[in-house]
């Protein structure tokens, strides 16, 4: 239970080549806290990635409160949920610097490689950004958008972030993996990751009784998006990413675990090889949707309205 009403969201609903997806680490961190905790979260799409009446989205506006930006979001959704998402108790000194990590060094890679990357650009990001927008205004919308990533430093900018980001993606990876240490889920920290596993009355058959926390809900949103990055077999990006195949299959447990956190199962960590993915892994549904309805939203709407005249880059920078 949280002590608010219900939070409504508006998010970008990236539609790629493989069908809907998520782009966005904060994104994917905040499907995963609403159905672990079930919190009462209203999510309306937005065609655009940034609209001007809340700044890059996932944003929240809050009836005559203030709107929530979109780097304040996550930390509003803990605030509200102490004992839980929120819950300082569930991390200790070495979780929350993994999760410092995530957020600084695996999301910056992840928009280094987005946006920084020609042949990724050309091949998923653009596509992505224009397809989801309204007819006419796809062209506009990627170049806006990938203007405000670039933050004045042009593409050459661009280059050398993804250059540094790789380098520092290796040593991320190979920590995170280090903790799971084989694990389904991060967890508590060990040793009581260690303690036997019952599986308890509610769970299904065969699957372990052990609470997520905070940095599983972390490492799940940068993990999941990072893993779903269309990438060729035999590039740099596809063999780093198969070295660690126990983060990909983290994803996989919460996907059977949660039932389905992901908007498409047909967009979902399609940078594994289909072999190498958990068994039964990919036949998962749209199930998120079905319990927190998404309200469609028209370019003639107030919000996609703003957008139309400038929004899609009229947010600035905030981290987005």
Aim: with cysteine; aromatic share 8%.
């Amino acid at each position: 239970p949280t002590s608010w009403g219900p939070l409504e969201v508006v998010y970008w609903r990236a539609v790629g080549p493989r069908g809907e997806t998520v782009l966005d680490p904060v994104m994917a961190e905040l499907l995963f806290v609403a159905r672990w905790r079930q919190l009462p979260i209203r999510l309306t799409p937005s065609p655009y990635p940034s609209i001007r009446a809340l700044g890059p989205l996932p944003a929240a506006a809050r009836g005559a409160g203030r709107p929530v930006a979109r780097r304040s979001l996550l930390e509003a959704v803990a605030a509200s949920d102490p004992t839980g998402y929120g819950a300082a108790a569930a991390m200790v000194p070495e979780d929350e610097a993994l999760r410092g990590l995530l957020r600084l060094r695996v999301g910056s890679a992840i928009e280094a490689l987005l946006f920084g990357d020609q042949g990724l650009w050309e091949d998923y990001t653009r596509p992505t950004l224009a397809g989801s927008a309204p007819r006419g205004f796809g062209w506009a919308v990627a170049w806006r958008e990938r203007t405000r990533r670039a933050g004045g430093h042009g593409s050459e900018g661009l280059r050398d972030k993804r250059a540094a980001a790789v380098l520092a993606l290796e040593p991320a990876l190979d920590a995170l993996a280090r903790r799971l240490d084989g694990e389904d889920f991060f967890g508590p920290p060990p040793p009581l990751q260690r303690r036997p596993r019952v599986a308890s009355a509610g769970a299904h058959s065969g699957e372990a009784d052990v609470p997520f926390t905070p940095l599983d809900a972390c490492a799940y949103g940068h993990l999941a998006v990072l893993y779903s990055i269309p990438c060729q077999e035999g590039s740099q990006l596809h063999e780093l990413l198969n070295r660690f195949p126990s983060l990909a299959h983290f994803c996989d447990h919460v996907e059977a675990r949660l039932h389905g956190v992901w908007p498409e199962a047909s967009s979902f960590l399609v940078a594994v090889p289909p072999g190498a993915r958990m068994p039964g892994a990919g036949a998962t549904a749209v199930l998120f949707g079905q319990d927190v309805p998404r309200t469609p939203m028209s370019p003639s709407s107030p919000s996609a309205g703003h957008a139309a005249d400038g929004g899609a880059g009229g947010g600035g920078s905030d981290g987005g």
